[in-house]
């Protein structure tokens, strides 16, 4: 059975930083692709972040280039996130998701939330101005 838990969500001033972790059990990071999605009040889920374990391949929405960076410990199973310069627009509920099948290749990661299979609770963001 597979378990995505997600931990490191608080409340920050714009311009801090957060990490967010998501740990899995029952779960083979190798060859899989995972990522990070969030949702606000009134918004649809929507993709932050991706990451092909296979060779580390990682994809950001224009919206967070520059200032979030993902990355994965395979060893720990753990999934990363790590947000800095945060805005106001960037409070949400930031969940961890992951490919149920494996891939060869980065280019066959989907992009779209439907598309992933495993999903964590989530874990809130807030940013105060």
């Known amino acids: 059975q597979v378990q995505l838990v997600e931990s490191g969500g608080g409340s920050v001033q714009a311009g801090g930083s957060l990490r967010l972790s998501c740990a899995a059990s029952?779960?083979?990071?190798?060859?899989?692709?995972m990522g990070w999605f969030r949702q606000a009040p009134g918004k649809e889920r929507e993709g932050v972040a991706g990451i092909f374990s296979g060779d580390g391949t990682t994809v950001y929405a224009d919206s967070v280039k520059g200032r979030f960076t993902i990355s994965q410990d395979n060893a720990k199973n753990t999934l990363y996130l790590q947000m800095n310069s945060l805005k106001p627009e960037d409070a949400a509920m930031y969940y961890c998701?992951?490919?149920?099948?494996?891939?060869?290749?980065?280019?066959?990661?989907?992009?779209?939330?439907?598309?992933?299979?495993?999903w964590g609770q989530g874990t809130q963001v807030t940013v105060s101005s």
């Open positions: 998701a992951a490919t149920k099948y494996k891939y060869a290749r980065a280019s066959g990661c989907p992009r779209g939330r439907d598309s992933f299979d495993y």
């Open positions: 029952g779960y083979d990071f190798v060859g899989a692709c």
